[in-house]
């Protein structure tokens, strides 16, 4: 499996922007296809975006889908994704998770995750 750290969360006010980096390491990076989740207080973990290996295909959430964008960089085993006109129901801890081969976005699909990242949007 591959290892998976994010970095990027914070303390942002309604209507700012952020990015998150997640790095992975021990295997071939661009052998997987990754994703980011989020999961608030009290609530289940959703999915928030994917992207294929080669990074040409996308995938998002109804409620990210136009703020947020996923991408990667296959050169430095990394993938980020950047947060537009956040809103205080984005408040959660953001996870990147790696899978092998996706069927429904599910997080039966994914089978490695990272430590997630706290990010905050205040009203």
């Known amino acids: 499996q591959v290892q998976l750290v994010e970095s990027g969360g914070g303390l942002v006010q309604a209507g700012g922007s952020l990015r998150l980096s997640c790095a992975a390491s021990?295997?071939?990076?661009?052998?997987?296809?990754m994703g980011w989740f989020r999961q608030a207080p009290g609530k289940e973990r959703e999915f928030v975006a994917v992207?294929?290996?080669?990074?040409?295909?996308?995938y998002y959430a109804d409620s990210v889908k136009g703020r947020f964008t996923i991408s990667r960089d296959n050169a430095r085993n990394t993938v980020n994704l950047q947060m537009n006109s956040l809103k205080p129901e984005d408040t959660a801890v953001y996870y990147c998770?790696?899978?092998?081969?996706?069927?429904?976005?599910?997080?039966?699909?994914?089978?490695?995750w990272g430590q997630g990242t706290q990010v905050t949007v205040s009203s």
């Open positions: 992207i294929n290996r080669v990074g040409d295909f996308t």
């Open positions: 021990g295997r071939t990076f661009s052998n997987y296809i």
């Open positions: 998770t790696a899978s092998n081969y996706v069927t429904d976005y599910s997080t039966t699909d994914f089978h490695s």
